[in-house]
Nanobody, 124 residues
Framework: QVQLVESGGGLVQAGDSLRLSCKFSGCTFSGYTMGWFRQAPGKEREFVATVSGSMGMTIYTDSVKGRFTISRDNAQNTVALQMNTLEPEDTAVYYC?????????????????WGQGTQVTVSS
């Protein structure tokens, strides 16, 4: 059974940086597309970024391009989200997600496995 455990959330000021990390366990990590979604209060879950298993191909939502970087370490079974130049609009609970095989989907239903979420709050 795949398990995902996030860490690294917190309270920061606008313009600051934060790094989220997710530890994967329970299966062969390189066989999964990994990603991050976020959910702000009163809003639906929103796609943030994904990275494929073996080739490390990345996809970002437009609002984070140039500010966020997703990366994975297949030796450590971890995926990270480096968030720079944070804005108050980035405030949300961030979820680590996993989908077996390769997917480019931005639909949350495409990702079977979800972490418990970590809160990111950006003050203005």
């Amino acid at each position: 059974q795949v398990q995902l455990v996030e860490s690294g959330g917190g309270l920061v000021q606008a313009g600051d940086s934060l790094r989220l990390s997710c530890k994967f366990s329970g299966c062969t990590f390189s066989g999964y597309t990994m990603g991050w979604f976020r959910q702000a209060p009163g809003k639906e879950r929103e796609f943030v970024a994904t990275v494929s298993g073996s080739m490390g191909m990345t996809i970002y939502t437009d609002s984070v391009k140039g500010r966020f970087t997703i990366s994975r370490d297949n030796a450590q079974n971890t995926v990270a989200l480096q968030m720079n130049t944070l804005e108050p609009e980035d405030t949300a609970v961030y979820y680590c997600v996993a989908s077996q095989g390769y997917t480019r989907s931005r639909n949350p239903d495409a990702y079977r496995y979800w972490g418990q979420g970590t809160q990111v709050t950006v003050s203005s």
